[in-house]
């Protein structure tokens, strides 16, 4: 019996220790598209985080934090919607590719939209 258990423990801790990259290759790779969707539908008015209409509304931390845009689901739904003077893009991009931008935009403000 103790075999068996120490043997299922080592099985967990093995597929433990091989699942955690996979994820966050994921992640990566979630953000690399985002970033090429990004460049070609939203750099336009946010290159660099910044804001071409509103600037003070721009993509850097403190005012995603500021306005309530600090989340997955917070970008995700901006820019399904459209708000003010931002054109919704639902029709135009796919739900995986508005995931992928927001993933982007969160990984980017973090960073302070440096590389």
């Not at 091989?18 to 969707?37: N, S």
Request: some cysteine.
């Amino acid at each position: 019996m103790k075999k068996l258990l120490c043997a299922a423990i080592a099985i967990v801790i093995g597929m433990m220790l091989f699942v955690r990259p996979v994820l966050a290759d994921a992640a990566t790779d979630l953000t690399a598209q985002g970033a090429k969707i990004f460049s070609a539908n939203c750099a336009a008015c946010h290159q660099g985080g910044n804001n071409v209409v509103s600037a003070n509304k721009n993509l850097k931390s403190a005012a995603l934090k500021q306005y309530g845009m600090d989340s997955t689901d917070a970008i995700i739904t901006q820019v399904t919607n459209g708000k003010g003077a931002m054109p919704s893009f639902k029709g135009r991009l796919k739900e995986e590719e508005i995931k992928a931008v927001a993933a982007y935009v969160l990984n980017q403000s973090a960073k302070d939209w440096k590389k």
